[in-house]
């Protein structure tokens, strides 16, 4: 019989396989066995302290096997756990807290003395054992403590993700359970036990959490990075014989980079995953040839909705795009009027499908914002990433809403800036928006990164893109730049390249 919950189908692989490594870093590895005995004394020990369904916990701190098992524990309470990014500012940190309102603090020696008024309370709990809260190995439940698994409704909070706050405070996602359960389902099939899943990104993203949850509850092998790093990369894939692993682009970029890449022996590899980022056609290109295994491109948002995939090998000729979406998704493209538009037609993506976040924490106007309303009176999930279908159904992302530069009238998108940009033999990357103009009220400017060596100016970068773009689409100033700012994800900030123009 197939268990019903995560925390079914680990207490199933306890009992079936439990010498199976399922949590490894660094040099420790715990088992399938060892996983289920420390969630349950977790998660009596949350029971113990008063916590129960409905009840919220943080994790604020570095990947780790407790950081794991915390966050697993918390699900099998039936507690919702809420992981948060500790490079956010104290300002922003202290918002998320006051708006998750969590009993418990995960935390560790990097982040614990942010947490005053928490620790003040004595509601903190240190992952590593340092000081700050009750050191994690005395506030478990004795060995051996036994847990009962209460009935969760499907509709109960699994857990709330904080969006990447790029602009403003952070928004709070609410995952239900059956949407956690049916994201697992969706990817299952492409996890085995044999499977060994390499986390590359930090453990309070998304991003992570529909690579390990997956891995998880078809029983295969997770091993935690702490921080990403090339060669750190390439040795674990091959002493632990990795097989799969979620990159965003600008980690395969760096890879591609790293000179011992071609050295390794990645043979293990049958899939590699990429989500968070636009992913260039040629990043894609380089990537399938130099890599074993297959390579899936998953566009989606974390609120939910439709998804699209793009298996690259099986399709080498739609690297442009995104892929179709998946079954089950409903996907649409919609004007500034809300009007759906025709195949080829550039709009806003929309879409819904059975899994759809509850919506935004304490937000019920932003929650209502982000819908759009078919005719038929179903509720979409406006993406605010603006692409078109072309005949054979493929999604081809041509920007940010929000990104869009209107000069003059015309409507340009960056990504067909950045690609002639980028198609320069001296530039590594770019980034371009729109800034003020006196004439056309917007114009397109460009920040660039040059590969390593390179020495091409500014105006003579400038004068070849323009030959290869429209008279409406030309960059009117380029900036070079050591590096591009970034989220802890690798998207490009924008919003920070706009505040170093001067106005």
């Not at 009992?15 to 009596?44: H, M």
């Not at 976040?357 to 019920?364: D, E, I, L, T, V």
Request: hydrophobic share 45%.
């Amino acid at each position: 019989m197939t268990p019903a919950s995560l925390s079914e189908a680990i207490t199933d692989h306890a009992q079936k396989a439990g010498d199976r490594p399922a949590l490894i870093e660094g040099g420790v590895s715990l088992t399938y066995a060892g996983l289920d005995l420390l969630l349950n004394r977790a998660a009596a020990a949350l029971r113990r302290d008063g916590l129960s369904a409905g009840d919220r916990v943080a994790l604020l701190g570095e990947p780790s096997i407790q950081y794991v098992a915390a966050f697993l524990a918390a699900v099998r309470a039936g507690i919702t756990p809420v992981p948060l990014a500790p490079s956010v500012t104290d300002e922003t940190l202290a918002s998320m807290l006051e708006d998750a309102g969590p009993r418990l603090v995960f935390s560790d020696a990097s982040q614990s003395a942010r947490l005053g008024a928490e620790a003040t309370r004595g509601a903190v709990v240190t992952l590593d054992g340092s000081h700050g809260g009750a050191p994690w190995a005395e506030w478990l439940e004795g060995e051996g403590t036994a847990f009962v698994l209460d009935p969760v409704a499907p509709s109960a909070p699994f857990n709330i993700i904080y969006s990447s706050g790029t602009t403003g405070v952070p928004k709070g996602i609410v995952h239900s359970h059956a949407m956690r359960e049916g994201q697992m389902a969706a990817l299952g099939g492409l996890f085995a036990p044999e499977s060994v899943t390499l986390l590359t990104t930090p453990l309070y993203s998304n991003t992570t959490l529909v690579m390990l949850l997956p891995a998880l509850r078809t029983g295969g092998s997770v091993v935690i990075m702490r921080k990403f790093d090339t060669a750190v990369f390439l040795n674990m894939a091959q002493k632990h014989r990795v097989t799969h692993a979620m990159l965003v682009p600008v980690q395969y970029q760096r890879l591609m980079a790293e000179p011992a890449f071609d050295d390794a022996d990645l043979s293990a590899f049958q899939i590699k995953f990429c989500t968070s980022a636009p992913f260039s056609a040629e990043l894609k290109s380089e990537v399938l040839r130099r890599w074993p295994g297959g390579l899936l491109e998953i566009f989606g948002m974390t609120e939910g909705g439709g998804t699209c995939f793009l298996p690259a090998h099986l399709f080498p000729h739609k690297l442009h795009t995104v892929g179709m979406p998946a079954p089950g998704s409903d996907m649409r493209i919609i004007d500034e009027a809300g009007v759906e538009q025709p195949i080829g037609e550039i709009g806003e993506i929309v879409s819904r499908s059975d899994m759809m976040m509850a919506g935004y924490n304490n937000r019920p106007e932003a929650t209502a914002a982000g819908l759009w309303t078919a005719p038929d009176g179903r509720a979409f999930i406006r993406t605010g990433d603006l692409g078109r279908f072309d005949a054979e159904g493929f999604l081809q992302i041509v920007g940010r809403k929000k990104d869009m530069i209107i000069s003059g009238g015309f409507n340009i998108y960056p990504i067909d800036l950045e690609v002639q940009i980028d198609a320069h033999p001296d530039v590594a990357e770019s980034a371009v928006i729109g800034v003020p103009d006196a004439r056309w009220g917007e114009t397109p400017m460009a920040f660039v990164v040059r590969r390593e060596g390179a020495v091409i100016e500014a105006e003579a970068l400038r004068v070849w893109v323009n030959e290869r773009l429209s008279a409406v689409q030309r960059i009117s100033r380029i900036a070079f730049l050591d590096a591009l700012p970034r989220n802890g994800l690798g998207k490009v900030l924008k919003t920070a390249l706009a505040e170093t123009v001067a106005p």
